[in-house]
Nanobody
């Protein structure tokens, strides 16, 4: 199984980025997908999750209303559209896959991508 995250970069406050996670080696449509992030010196934090069909999504309080998760099961891809970015959004963003149900706990996820760095300048 491989999850390849991309799309990170340097952006100014208020800007937007779209992260992409390409999955391979698994039956993608059967997995719940999520994004987590980890800022320097801090613990990994839940950002968002999406159900198998994409019909339901959940967000962490700090990103609610600014970030949107989506997926394309035909392409084995999950996306994170990030708008109105703030300096506190600076972190390495990870995509993760889980077979059994929605979870906000990183310990429940079976597979992880390598992470993509997002830096928001003030």
């Amino acid at each position: 199984v491989q999850l390849q995250a991309s799309g990170g970069g340097l952006v100014q406050t208020g800007g937007s980025l779209r992260l992409t996670c390409a999955a391979s080696g698994l039956t993608f449509r059967l997995y719940y997908m999520a994004w987590f992030r980890q800022a320097p010196g801090e613990e990994r934090e839940f950002v968002s999750t999406i159900t198998r069909s994409g019909s339901r999504t959940n967000y962490g309080d700090s990103v609610k209303g600014r970030f949107t998760i989506s997926r394309d099961n035909a392409k084995n891809m999950v996306y994170l559209q990030m708008n109105s970015l703030k300096p506190e959004d600076t972190a390495v963003y990870y995509c993760a896959a889980r077979y059994y149900g929605v979870s906000f706990n990183q310990n429940d996820y079976n597979y992880w991508g390598q992470g993509t760095l997002v830096t928001v300048s003030s």
